[in-house]
């Protein structure tokens, strides 16, 4: 991976987790509603991905701790929420010098791969607590994932981007700072589901998990 890459990568992540700090602050902020029907609300995590197995053996075996999600979700009752969610996860390793098959012969080389991923769901949640001081819920998100697959051999670069279907069926807890509140903790639990077949790739399948912030969007 080359060092300009690798230095937007950083800046990205680095962005991404100041907003998240940022919006952690506000969410202290107290509102004057309690109710959490017909709320437009925001939350924001940072996020790992572990690669299922068949994205361990073929591509990267390492979790990956550079993510985040973010999900904007309105509530229909106290109880259903729909909206959009996205977020953005980087997977990279660096394998051992080697001997590498290639068209027209053999390369003695570094392997390295780099792939990147950002959903685009449609998402659905349902909570079963609405009011109480620990929230539980179940979702799922459908739609698709842009995936950045870099390929380093040596000094030879594959590089392929592509749009693929995604589904994100997740569990979760909500945890208000305060009785009633509409802000507070978030916690969850996923599975990425993320068909992908190319470069001897069969799917980069991951569970994710991930903690951080939910708040509310006006009064």
């Given at each position: 991976m080359n060092l300009k890459k690798i230095t937007d990568m950083k800046t990205q992540f680095r962005t991404a987790m100041l907003l998240i700090t940022s919006l952690f602050f506000l969410a202290l902020i107290p509102y004057n509603s309690k109710a959490q029907e017909g709320r437009l609300q925001l939350d924001l995590n940072y996020a790992v991905g572990i690669p299922g197995s068949s994205f361990k053996s073929d591509a990267i075996e390492k979790t990956s701790t550079r993510g985040w999600t973010a999900n904007l979700l309105y509530n229909i009752t106290s109880n259903i929420s729909v909206g959009v969610g996205t977020g953005f996860q980087d997977f990279y390793q660096?394998?051992?010098?080697?001997?590498?098959?290639?068209?027209g012969g053999e390369v003695s080389a570094v392997l390295t791969n780099s792939i990147q991923t950002v959903p685009l769901l449609a998402e659905f949640q349902y909570r079963f607590l609405p009011g109480k001081t620990v929230q539980p819920y179940v979702g799922v998100g459908v739609g698709g994932n842009i995936v950045t697959y870099?390929?380093?051999?040596?000094?030879?670069?594959n590089s392929k981007s592509s749009f693929k279907f995604a589904a994100r069926p997740e569990v979760g807890l909500f945890v208000p700072f305060r009785k009633d509140g509409p802000a507070g903790i978030h916690l969850f639990g996923a599975y990425n589901y993320l068909p992908y077949k190319m470069d001897g790739v069969d799917n980069l399948n991951n569970w994710g998990a991930g903690l951080g912030v939910k708040f509310p969007l006006g009064s």
């Open positions: 660096k394998y051992p010098r080697s001997v590498y098959k290639m068209d870099d390929q380093y051999l040596g000094e030879f670069d």
